[in-house]
Structures are given as structure tokens and as C-alpha cells.
């Protein structure tokens, strides 16, 4: 087996890093439910709509959401659901 570098933990850092931010999680967690557009994000958040598309970027920059353009709208989907799966292991940390 080869011996692994630094740069083969670049990937898994992007995906922590995305995952580090409550709202994020808050998005990811919606969107495990349901393919959702950016407007019904943002009134879950309750950030203004540049402030959502940015989480938006740092998730899909990740890989670990995928927008569909429907007319004027973008809706986004969930595309690595066993992400939460990690996610909710760490939070039983804190309790």
C-alpha cells in the first residue's frame, strides 16, 4: 500500500472546512429532506441572499451540494448525504 501524503488529505480538509459552520450544517440538514431553492434557504437561515450564496459556494465548492436552475430560480440538492452522518457522530461529542 502506498504511502500517503499531504496532499491526498486536501480533498477531506476542503469538506471539513465547509462543514465547519453552523449555518452550513443548517443548510445541509434542510436539504437532506428536500431539493430546495436558494429563497426557502435563505427564510431558514435568516441571513440576506448574498450571505446564503456564499455558505452556498463554500458547499458546492466542496462537493457537497449541486444546484438545477429551474426559470429564475436555483434549487439546490443534497449530493453526499452520509456527510450528516459524520456531523451528527461529532455533535454527540459535546453532550
Known sequence: MPKKGKSDYERPALVLKALAHPT??????SLKKKETCVCELRDLVGDDMSTVSKHLLVLKNAGLV???REG????????CPCVLDFADCIAKLGK
Open 24 to 29: 452550513r450544517l443548517l443548510i445541509l440538514n
Open 66 to 68: 449541486a444546484a438545477r
Open 72 to 79: 429564475n430560480w436555483l434549487n439546490y440538492r443534497l449530493t
